[in-house]
């Protein structure tokens, strides 16, 4: 077993971080308060080869690995939270299209998503849809060379932002003998006719990267724009949702090595009782265990990545990562905030700010106990 990095994935990993570090984290306050999207760092991001990591240079992509790939967006989140989840949506719609795409799809679609000129959408939630997303009330119906789309996709993150072009989203298509509903999955491009963006709602967190409601009403799209296979569209879309898994693990790490880094600095400033806070049991022990946790986190997402990197199973090993590290972050935020005591709640502290971003990693692409669900299935 070697746990070393290869030199690529150790050269991307400090590029990333050296990109968060100079342009990210010193922006990330701002945006997350003004609500602008930072357009200019998410081109930069693009220029670095960071949307397209894992995926062939054939395809708009870097050519490297998954592992890569999410040391990237750790070192990402770890400046702003917002781009990470930016980036992981935008990655887990380029993999719909390479593993499920036909080739002129992969060219029309994927190119420009991998190489970051545009951004994609995942829609899978529904007003009445959420963790039980088999409950899609979407419709398809083929009419002649068009697929008519009705219906209303809730929460869609990405497609309020200007530079993205496209929605895979899942619709029923009717009944298979059994009763089942025959789900599949479409891209719609924005612009299409009775393809609506909602206004974006206003959140806790992710200030500036929106999340829209979607409107489908008669809206008319070809008849191949259909994404994979007739009536295996569903069991696909969820598919790269494993994927989506380890990106919100590796987000979550690097929110909780945010939380970290202030608070050891904190710490060992702020003097009370004559003392550096960290000289104090009490605060230094929680520095510890959230060091630890980091760490266990960390190797929980790289495991996951490795795993899909060597095209083994790794449902279980994404679900543990997801779980764990979400969870494990909003711990690290809540203390990171009593670490800075009455200063970690004024939104002047990056940290008031992770504390309202930590939430919602145990919300998306699957909620915890959806994780539990998963694992406990597995066992
Ligand atoms: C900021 C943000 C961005 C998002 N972006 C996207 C996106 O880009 N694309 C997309 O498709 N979706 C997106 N979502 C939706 C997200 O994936 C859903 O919110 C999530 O899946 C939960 O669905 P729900 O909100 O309908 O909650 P519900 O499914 O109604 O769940 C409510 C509560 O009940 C629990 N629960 C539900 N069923 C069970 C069960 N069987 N056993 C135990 N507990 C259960 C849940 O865990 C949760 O705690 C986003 C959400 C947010 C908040």
Not at 27 to 42: K, L, V, W
Not at 112 to 132: C, N, R
Not at 187 to 202: L, Q, R, S
Not at 356 to 374: H, M, P, W, Y
Request: with cysteine; net charge negative.
């Amino acid at each position: 077993m070697d746990f070393r990095l290869t030199e690529e994935q150790e050269m991307i990993r400090s590029m990333s971080r050296k990109f968060a570090n100079e342009v990210i984290s010193p922006r990330a306050q701002e945006t997350e308060r003004s609500g602008e999207a930072p357009y200019d760092i998410i081109d930069k991001m693009a220029d670095l080869g960071m949307m397209g990591i894992p995926y062939p240079e054939k395809y708009g992509g870097s050519g490297g690995d998954w592992v890569s790939q999410m040391l990237c967006v750790e070192e990402v989140s770890r400046g702003d939270v917002a781009l990470g989840g930016m980036l992981d949506v935008t990655s887990i719609i380029a993999q719909e299209l390479y593993e499920f795409g036909t080739e002129e799809q992969k060219k029309r679609w994927l190119i420009p998503i991998a190489q970051g000129k545009e951004i994609g959408a995942y829609g899978l939630t529904e007003p009445d849809a959420g963790s039980d997303a088999g409950a899609t009330k979407t419709t398809a119906v083929l009419d002649g060379n068009e697929w008519v789309i009705n219906g209303t996709k809730q929460f869609i993150t990405n497609i309020g932002l200007k530079s993205s072009h496209i929605v895979t989203i899942t619709a029923r298509s009717g009944r298979r003998k059994d009763g089942k509903a025959i789900i599949n999955t479409f891209i719609v491009p924005k612009g299409t006719p009775g393809f609506t963006v909602g206004k974006p709602w206003d959140k806790m967190a992710w200030h500036w990267l929106p999340s829209c409601e979607l409107s489908f009403e008669d809206c008319h799209i070809p008849k191949d724009y259909i994404l994979g296979q007739e009536g295996k569209g569903f069991a696909q879309h969820l598919a790269v949702l494993e994927t989506g898994r380890i990106f919100v693990a590796a987000i979550s790490v690097g929110l909780a090595q945010a939380c970290l880094d202030a608070s050891v600095s904190y710490a060992k400033e702020r003097v009370q009782f004559g003392r550096p806070l960290y000289s104090f049991e009490g605060m230094s022990f929680k520095l510890a265990d959230m060091a630890m946790n980091i760490e266990l986190a960390r190797l929980m997402y790289l495991k996951a990545a490795w795993l899909k990197d060597k095209k083994m199973p790794h449902t279980l090993e994404a679900s543990y990562a997801k779980l764990f590290a979400s969870e494990m972050a909003e711990k690290a935020a809540s203390d990171a905030v009593q670490i800075h005591g009455g200063y970690g709640y004024m939104t002047e502290f990056p940290v008031s700010r992770y504390y309202k971003a930590a939430k919602l990693n145990q919300i998306v692409e699957g909620t915890s106990e959806v994780q539990r669900i998963v694992i406990s299935r597995n066992l």
